[in-house]
């Protein structure tokens, strides 16, 4: 149970439906609720919406970049208990000083093949919040 509900649900804010769908196909395994959106302003609506357990943001999104949108939910409080994870190509450039800036929580490589780092990742990070919380 995280959040109050049975099933948790996670955000996944990634410009490439390919992506979208892996994380989707890989969590839904796992009795995980996933909602896409495909930039971060979107994300950032979204958040407000639906209260995810868990955010998975694309560092490289148009409108809002991972980094803006981590920095949005950190620094709500409201919305700061939500473990955000920032995603980032394999050949793409990390800022880790803005990472821990904004406070993300963890960091993953794209693409998830196999997607066992992703599911051990979401569901570690699940279990840190649903501790938090109680």
């Not at 996670?10 to 979208?20: K, T, Y």
């Not at 969590?27 to 302003?41: K, M, W």
């Not at 995810?52 to 208990?81: I, T, W």
């Amino acid at each position: 149970m995280v959040g109050g509900r049975s099933v948790a649900k996670i955000l996944v804010a990634d410009d490439n439906s390919n992506i979208q769908k892996m994380v989707g196909l890989a969590l839904r395994d796992q009795g995980i609720e996933v909602v896409a959106v495909g930039n971060g302003e979107a994300a950032v609506r979204k958040i407000s919406d639906i209260r995810p357990d868990l955010v998975l943001a694309d560092v490289f999104m148009p409108v809002r970049n991972g980094y803006e949108v981590c920095q949005y939910v950190k620094s709500d409080p409201s919305l700061a208990h939500i473990p955000v994870i920032l995603l980032v190509g394999a050949f793409d450039p990390l800022d880790e000083q803005e990472a821990q800036r904004v406070g993300a929580d963890g960091v993953l490589k794209k693409p998830f093949v196999p997607p066992d780092p992703l599911i051990s990742m979401v569901k570690s990070a699940l279990q840190r919040a649903a501790a938090l919380q109680s």
